[in-house]
Protein backbone atom coordinates (compact mmCIF):
# COMPACT_ATOMS: atom_id res chain seq x y z
CA UNK A 1 0.00 0.00 0.00
CA UNK A 2 2.66 2.72 1.12
CA UNK A 3 4.75 1.88 -2.09
CA UNK A 4 2.07 2.29 -4.59
CA UNK A 5 0.87 5.72 -3.03
CA UNK A 6 4.32 6.54 -3.45
CA UNK A 7 3.90 5.91 -7.13
CA UNK A 8 5.53 2.21 -8.04
CA UNK A 9 3.90 -0.94 -9.25
CA UNK A 10 3.03 -3.28 -6.71
CA UNK A 11 1.82 -7.11 -7.24
CA UNK A 12 1.10 -8.61 -3.72
CA UNK A 13 1.32 -12.27 -3.31
CA UNK A 14 -0.78 -13.86 -0.75
CA UNK A 15 -0.72 -17.81 0.32
CA UNK A 16 -4.17 -18.04 1.98
CA UNK A 17 -7.57 -17.30 0.61
CA UNK A 18 -8.69 -14.83 2.98
CA UNK A 19 -10.70 -14.61 5.27
CA UNK A 20 -8.12 -16.70 7.08
CA UNK A 21 -7.10 -16.82 10.86
CA UNK A 22 -3.48 -17.43 12.04
CA UNK A 23 -1.47 -17.89 15.12
CA UNK A 24 -1.76 -14.25 16.68
CA UNK A 25 -1.94 -12.44 19.92
CA UNK A 26 -3.90 -9.98 17.71
CA UNK A 27 -3.00 -7.31 20.30
CA UNK A 28 -2.17 -3.70 18.29
CA UNK A 29 -0.44 -1.34 20.30
CA UNK A 30 -1.10 2.79 20.59
CA UNK A 31 2.36 3.45 17.54
CA UNK A 32 0.64 0.70 15.37
CA UNK A 33 -3.07 2.38 16.15
CA UNK A 34 -1.23 5.70 15.19
CA UNK A 35 -0.18 4.50 11.54
CA UNK A 36 -3.41 2.69 10.59
CA UNK A 37 -4.98 5.98 11.39
CA UNK A 38 -2.42 7.80 9.23
CA UNK A 39 -2.83 5.35 6.54
CA UNK A 40 -6.30 6.06 6.80
CA UNK A 41 -7.66 2.55 7.58
CA UNK A 42 -8.57 3.11 11.33
CA UNK A 43 -12.11 3.54 10.31
CA UNK A 44 -12.43 0.23 8.47
CA UNK A 45 -11.11 -1.45 11.81
CA UNK A 46 -13.89 0.16 14.22
CA UNK A 47 -16.00 -0.72 11.36
CA UNK A 48 -15.70 -4.28 11.65
CA UNK A 49 -16.31 -4.38 15.29
CA UNK A 50 -13.46 -5.04 17.10
CA UNK A 51 -14.36 -3.95 21.03
CA UNK A 52 -11.97 -0.65 21.65
CA UNK A 53 -9.68 -0.77 24.51
CA UNK A 54 -8.69 2.03 27.11
CA UNK A 55 -7.25 0.25 29.87
CA UNK A 56 -4.62 -2.40 30.86
CA UNK A 57 -3.51 -4.10 34.48
CA UNK A 58 -1.07 -6.25 35.24
CA UNK A 59 -1.31 -8.36 38.48
CA UNK A 60 2.01 -10.45 39.94
CA UNK A 61 2.84 -11.70 43.49
CA UNK A 62 2.41 -8.44 46.14
CA UNK A 63 1.70 -6.05 43.30
CA UNK A 64 -1.24 -4.80 40.87
CA UNK A 65 -1.07 -1.65 38.62
CA UNK A 66 -3.78 -0.65 36.62
CA UNK A 67 -3.53 2.27 33.70
CA UNK A 68 -3.17 2.88 30.55
CA UNK A 69 -0.21 3.90 27.84
CA UNK A 70 0.11 7.42 26.63
CA UNK A 71 -1.24 8.34 23.44
CA UNK A 72 0.94 8.42 20.34
CA UNK A 73 -0.33 11.31 17.83
CA UNK A 74 -3.54 11.23 19.78
CA UNK A 75 -4.70 7.60 19.50
CA UNK A 76 -4.92 6.32 23.13
CA UNK A 77 -7.59 3.83 22.30
CA UNK A 78 -6.16 0.11 20.94
CA UNK A 79 -7.45 -2.31 19.42
CA UNK A 80 -6.78 -6.47 19.43
CA UNK A 81 -8.53 -7.70 15.57
CA UNK A 82 -9.09 -11.38 14.31
CA UNK A 83 -6.47 -11.54 12.10
CA UNK A 84 -8.93 -12.78 9.66
CA UNK A 85 -10.46 -9.36 10.16
CA UNK A 86 -7.70 -6.98 9.92
CA UNK A 87 -5.84 -8.65 7.14
CA UNK A 88 -8.19 -8.05 4.68
CA UNK A 89 -8.48 -4.35 5.48
CA UNK A 90 -5.04 -4.06 5.07
CA UNK A 91 -5.02 -5.56 1.77
CA UNK A 92 -7.86 -3.81 0.27
CA UNK A 93 -6.42 -0.71 1.47
CA UNK A 94 -3.47 -1.85 -0.96
CA UNK A 95 -5.91 -2.81 -3.50
CA UNK A 96 -7.01 0.73 -3.12
CA UNK A 97 -3.64 2.13 -3.73
CA UNK A 98 -3.24 0.21 -7.03
CA UNK A 99 -1.78 -2.79 -5.75
CA UNK A 100 -2.34 -6.12 -7.41
CA UNK A 101 -3.54 -8.40 -5.07
CA UNK A 102 -3.53 -12.32 -6.01
CA UNK A 103 -4.49 -14.34 -3.15
CA UNK A 104 -3.46 -18.13 -3.03
CA UNK A 105 -0.38 -17.78 -4.43
CA UNK A 106 2.45 -19.65 -2.48
CA UNK A 107 6.03 -18.51 -2.99
CA UNK A 108 8.18 -20.99 -3.82
CA UNK A 109 11.59 -19.73 -4.83
CA UNK A 110 13.30 -16.49 -6.00
CA UNK A 111 14.54 -15.50 -9.26
CA UNK A 112 18.03 -14.28 -9.99
CA UNK A 113 20.27 -12.76 -12.33
CA UNK A 114 23.93 -13.68 -10.69
CA UNK A 115 24.32 -13.03 -7.65
CA UNK A 116 20.98 -10.74 -8.10
CA UNK A 117 17.16 -11.21 -6.62
CA UNK A 118 14.80 -10.30 -9.64
CA UNK A 119 11.84 -11.97 -9.27
CA UNK A 120 9.75 -14.99 -7.22
CA UNK A 121 8.60 -18.00 -8.68
CA UNK A 122 5.35 -18.96 -6.88
CA UNK A 123 2.69 -21.27 -7.47
CA UNK A 124 -1.20 -19.60 -9.00
CA UNK A 125 -4.56 -21.21 -7.46
CA UNK A 126 -4.97 -23.66 -9.34
CA UNK A 127 -1.13 -25.21 -9.11
CA UNK A 128 0.44 -23.99 -12.29
CA UNK A 129 3.75 -22.71 -11.72
CA UNK A 130 4.53 -19.12 -12.59
CA UNK A 131 6.69 -16.65 -12.42
CA UNK A 132 6.73 -12.50 -11.66
CA UNK A 133 10.00 -10.35 -12.14
CA UNK A 134 9.82 -7.01 -9.74
CA UNK A 135 13.22 -4.71 -9.33
CA UNK A 136 12.49 -4.82 -5.18
CA UNK A 137 11.35 -8.41 -3.87
CA UNK A 138 9.72 -7.47 -0.10
CA UNK A 139 9.61 -10.87 1.88
CA UNK A 140 7.13 -10.48 4.40
CA UNK A 141 6.63 -13.69 4.57
CA UNK A 142 7.09 -14.70 8.30
CA UNK A 143 8.79 -16.69 10.68
CA UNK A 144 10.35 -19.41 8.08
CA UNK A 145 9.97 -16.92 5.48
CA UNK A 146 10.99 -18.76 2.04
CA UNK A 147 12.29 -15.11 0.91
CA UNK A 148 15.08 -14.95 3.57
CA UNK A 149 16.08 -18.84 3.33
CA UNK A 150 16.64 -18.75 -0.50
CA UNK A 151 18.21 -15.32 -0.07
CA UNK A 152 20.64 -16.69 2.45
CA UNK A 153 19.35 -14.66 5.00
CA UNK A 154 21.12 -15.67 8.11
CA UNK A 155 20.58 -14.43 11.96
CA UNK A 156 22.51 -11.45 13.29
CA UNK A 157 21.54 -11.41 16.62
CA UNK A 158 19.59 -14.95 17.71
CA UNK A 159 18.64 -16.21 21.33
CA UNK A 160 17.30 -19.22 22.28
CA UNK A 161 13.26 -20.29 22.84
CA UNK A 162 11.87 -19.01 26.09
CA UNK A 163 8.50 -19.92 26.28
CA UNK A 164 5.55 -21.57 24.56
CA UNK A 165 1.99 -20.46 24.55
CA UNK A 166 -1.50 -21.90 24.39
CA UNK A 167 -4.71 -19.72 23.82
CA UNK A 168 -8.57 -19.89 23.09
CA UNK A 169 -11.26 -17.37 22.75
CA UNK A 170 -14.12 -17.15 25.47
CA UNK A 171 -17.69 -15.65 25.30
CA UNK A 172 -19.40 -14.08 28.50
CA UNK A 173 -16.00 -13.10 30.17
CA UNK A 174 -15.79 -9.59 30.07
CA UNK A 175 -12.38 -8.17 30.01
CA UNK A 176 -10.22 -5.59 29.25
CA UNK A 177 -6.48 -5.26 28.86
CA UNK A 178 -5.28 -8.13 31.64
CA UNK A 179 -1.53 -9.23 32.28
CA UNK A 180 -1.23 -11.46 35.11
CA UNK A 181 2.16 -13.41 36.26
CA UNK A 182 4.06 -15.68 38.82
CA UNK A 183 7.11 -17.39 38.93
CA UNK A 184 6.97 -19.78 35.55
CA UNK A 185 3.58 -18.42 33.87
CA UNK A 186 2.04 -15.54 32.46
CA UNK A 187 -1.38 -14.89 31.56
CA UNK A 188 -2.45 -12.35 28.82
CA UNK A 189 -6.33 -11.47 28.37
CA UNK A 190 -7.38 -9.22 25.63
CA UNK A 191 -10.92 -8.48 23.84
CA UNK A 192 -11.40 -8.96 20.35
CA UNK A 193 -14.09 -9.59 17.77
CA UNK A 194 -17.78 -10.63 18.48
CA UNK A 195 -17.57 -9.80 21.76
CA UNK A 196 -15.12 -12.21 22.39
CA UNK A 197 -12.05 -12.45 24.91
CA UNK A 198 -8.83 -13.85 23.91
CA UNK A 199 -7.22 -15.63 26.94
CA UNK A 200 -3.08 -16.98 26.15
CA UNK A 201 -1.58 -18.59 29.09
CA UNK A 202 2.64 -19.18 28.63
CA UNK A 203 4.44 -21.46 29.90
CA UNK A 204 8.59 -21.99 30.25
CA UNK A 205 9.82 -23.40 26.57
CA UNK A 206 11.44 -26.79 28.73
CA UNK A 207 7.64 -27.65 29.59
CA UNK A 208 6.44 -27.59 25.93
CA UNK A 209 7.18 -31.67 26.03
CA UNK A 210 4.56 -32.29 28.94
CA UNK A 211 2.29 -28.83 28.29
CA UNK A 212 1.20 -30.03 24.92
CA UNK A 213 0.43 -33.81 25.87
CA UNK A 214 -2.43 -32.23 28.08
CA UNK A 215 -3.20 -28.98 26.91
CA UNK A 216 -6.49 -27.87 28.18
CA UNK A 217 -5.49 -29.16 31.71
CA UNK A 218 -2.49 -27.22 31.84
CA UNK A 219 -4.05 -24.27 29.81
CA UNK A 220 -6.69 -23.60 32.72
CA UNK A 221 -4.72 -24.58 35.78
CA UNK A 222 -2.17 -22.45 35.04
CA UNK A 223 -5.17 -19.70 34.86
CA UNK A 224 -6.85 -20.51 38.24
CA UNK A 225 -2.80 -20.49 39.50
CA UNK A 226 -1.87 -17.44 38.26
CA UNK A 227 -5.28 -15.38 38.69
CA UNK A 228 -8.30 -17.13 40.29
CA UNK A 229 -10.73 -14.31 39.47
CA UNK A 230 -10.33 -14.99 36.24
CA UNK A 231 -10.49 -18.70 35.94
CA UNK A 232 -14.03 -18.29 37.94
CA UNK A 233 -15.55 -15.63 35.16
CA UNK A 234 -14.00 -17.91 32.56
CA UNK A 235 -15.89 -21.26 34.50
CA UNK A 236 -19.11 -18.55 33.86
CA UNK A 237 -18.36 -18.21 30.40
CA UNK A 238 -17.68 -20.42 27.81
CA UNK A 239 -14.94 -21.40 25.37
CA UNK A 240 -16.14 -21.20 21.62
CA UNK A 241 -12.83 -22.70 19.93
CA UNK A 242 -10.48 -25.30 19.90
CA UNK A 243 -6.91 -24.02 21.79
CA UNK A 244 -4.20 -23.30 19.56
CA UNK A 245 -0.75 -22.70 20.49
CA UNK A 246 3.20 -23.30 19.50
CA UNK A 247 6.58 -23.85 21.29
CA UNK A 248 8.38 -21.94 18.33
CA UNK A 249 8.58 -19.07 19.59
CA UNK A 250 11.90 -17.53 17.81
CA UNK A 251 13.92 -14.94 18.87
CA UNK A 252 16.07 -13.45 16.30
CA UNK A 253 16.94 -10.29 13.65
CA UNK A 254 18.14 -11.74 10.51
CA UNK A 255 20.15 -10.21 7.90
CA UNK A 256 17.48 -7.77 6.53
CA UNK A 257 18.39 -6.90 3.01
CA UNK A 258 20.45 -7.86 -0.28
CA UNK A 259 20.84 -7.57 -3.61
CA UNK A 260 17.22 -7.19 -5.28
CA UNK A 261 15.39 -8.20 -1.65
CA UNK A 262 14.66 -6.56 1.62
CA UNK A 263 12.49 -8.87 4.39
CA UNK A 264 10.07 -7.18 6.96
CA UNK A 265 7.85 -7.94 9.61
CA UNK A 266 8.83 -11.35 11.51
CA UNK A 267 11.21 -12.47 7.94
CA UNK A 268 13.75 -10.11 9.54
CA UNK A 269 12.93 -9.61 13.27
CA UNK A 270 10.69 -12.63 15.30
CA UNK A 271 10.70 -12.29 19.98
CA UNK A 272 8.39 -14.29 21.52
CA UNK A 273 4.81 -13.22 21.70
CA UNK A 274 4.40 -12.42 25.24
CA UNK A 275 4.52 -8.86 25.31
CA UNK A 276 2.24 -8.98 21.75
CA UNK A 277 4.90 -6.53 19.58
CA UNK A 278 4.23 -8.61 16.35
CA UNK A 279 1.46 -6.51 14.32
CA UNK A 280 2.74 -2.99 16.04
CA UNK A 281 6.18 -3.68 14.92
CA UNK A 282 5.60 -4.52 11.19
CA UNK A 283 3.51 -1.51 10.69
CA UNK A 284 6.91 0.30 12.03
CA UNK A 285 8.71 -1.23 10.08
CA UNK A 286 6.78 -1.01 6.91
CA UNK A 287 7.03 2.81 7.51
CA UNK A 288 10.68 2.76 8.11
CA UNK A 289 11.11 0.91 4.83
CA UNK A 290 9.12 3.06 2.40
CA UNK A 291 10.40 6.20 4.06
CA UNK A 292 14.01 5.22 3.44
CA UNK A 293 13.69 4.34 -0.17
CA UNK A 294 11.18 6.90 -1.30
CA UNK A 295 11.93 8.07 -4.73
CA UNK A 296 15.03 6.14 -4.73
CA UNK A 297 13.98 2.63 -5.86
CA UNK A 298 15.55 2.44 -8.76
CA UNK A 299 18.54 4.47 -8.75
CA UNK A 300 20.75 1.23 -7.40
CA UNK A 301 23.04 3.45 -5.13
CA UNK A 302 20.32 5.07 -4.05
CA UNK A 303 18.37 2.05 -2.42
CA UNK A 304 21.83 0.28 -1.29
CA UNK A 305 22.16 3.14 0.81
CA UNK A 306 18.39 3.35 1.80
CA UNK A 307 18.42 -0.28 2.81
CA UNK A 308 21.54 0.04 4.81
CA UNK A 309 19.64 2.65 6.41
CA UNK A 310 16.37 0.64 7.20
CA UNK A 311 18.63 -2.36 8.48
CA UNK A 312 20.21 0.10 11.06
CA UNK A 313 17.14 1.29 11.56
CA UNK A 314 15.76 -2.08 12.92
CA UNK A 315 18.55 -1.97 15.48
CA UNK A 316 17.77 1.34 16.52
CA UNK A 317 14.24 0.99 16.90
CA UNK A 318 13.56 -2.58 18.52
CA UNK A 319 16.89 -3.73 19.99
CA UNK A 320 15.62 -2.12 23.46
CA UNK A 321 12.29 -3.71 22.45
CA UNK A 322 13.36 -7.14 22.33
CA UNK A 323 16.03 -6.98 25.12
CA UNK A 324 12.62 -6.14 27.47
CA UNK A 325 11.01 -8.94 25.59
CA UNK A 326 13.00 -11.61 26.41
CA UNK A 327 13.38 -9.82 30.07
CA UNK A 328 9.69 -10.81 30.26
CA UNK A 329 9.97 -13.95 28.92
CA UNK A 330 12.36 -15.22 31.67
CA UNK A 331 9.03 -15.53 33.70
CA UNK A 332 10.99 -14.50 36.77
CA UNK A 333 8.84 -11.21 38.11
CA UNK A 334 11.01 -11.24 41.26
CA UNK A 335 13.03 -8.48 40.47
CA UNK A 336 10.50 -6.38 37.80
CA UNK A 337 7.34 -6.79 40.80
CA UNK A 338 9.78 -5.28 43.49
CA UNK A 339 10.37 -2.46 41.11
CA UNK A 340 6.40 -1.91 40.28
CA UNK A 341 5.26 -2.64 43.38
CA UNK A 342 6.87 1.26 44.52
CA UNK A 343 5.11 2.72 41.77
CA UNK A 344 1.62 2.14 42.99
CA UNK A 345 0.06 5.28 43.88
CA UNK A 346 2.13 7.23 40.83
CA UNK A 347 -0.44 7.14 38.14
CA UNK A 348 1.81 8.90 35.80
CA UNK A 349 4.90 6.38 36.82
CA UNK A 350 1.94 3.73 36.41
CA UNK A 351 1.00 4.84 33.00
CA UNK A 352 4.59 5.72 31.33
CA UNK A 353 5.58 2.27 32.13
CA UNK A 354 2.86 0.41 30.17
CA UNK A 355 4.20 2.96 27.79
CA UNK A 356 7.63 1.67 27.73
CA UNK A 357 5.77 -2.04 26.64
CA UNK A 358 3.38 -0.46 24.08
CA UNK A 359 6.66 1.86 22.74
CA UNK A 360 4.90 5.11 23.49
CA UNK A 361 7.95 6.03 25.97
CA UNK A 362 11.45 4.92 25.48
CA UNK A 363 13.34 3.32 28.96
CA UNK A 364 15.52 5.89 29.23
CA UNK A 365 12.50 8.28 29.32
CA UNK A 366 11.14 6.29 31.53
CA UNK A 367 14.03 6.21 34.04
CA UNK A 368 13.81 10.11 34.84
CA UNK A 369 14.20 12.38 38.08
CA UNK A 370 10.62 11.25 39.27
CA UNK A 371 10.87 7.59 39.06
CA UNK A 372 14.54 7.96 40.60
CA UNK A 373 13.25 10.12 43.30
CA UNK A 374 10.33 7.51 44.17
CA UNK A 375 12.35 4.63 44.31
CA UNK A 376 14.70 6.41 46.47
CA UNK A 377 11.84 7.36 49.23
CA UNK A 378 11.19 3.66 49.16
Not at 97 to 123: I, N
Not at 128 to 140: C, H, I, P
Not at 152 to 166: D, L, S, W
Request: glycine residues 10%.
Amino acid sequence: MLFARQGYRVLLLEKAQFPRDTLSSHYIHQPGVALLDRWGLLGDLRDAGCQPIDQQSYTAPGVRLAGFSLPVDGNRTTYAPRRFVLDPILAAGAVAAGVEFRESCEVTDLLFDGDRVVGVQYTTPGGAVATDRAWLVVGADGMRSVVARRAGAGNVIEHPRMTCTYYSYWAGVPAHFELYERPGRWIGVIPTNDDLTLVMTYFPQAEFTRVRTRVEAAYLEAVRATAPALYERMAAGRRVERLYGTGQQENYFRKAFGPGWVLLGDAVHHKDSITARGITDAFIQARLLTERIGQGLHDEAALEVALKAYEEDLRDEFLNLYQGVLNVAELRPEGRTELLGKLVGHQELIDRYFSTVSGACSLDDFYNDELLAVLDQS
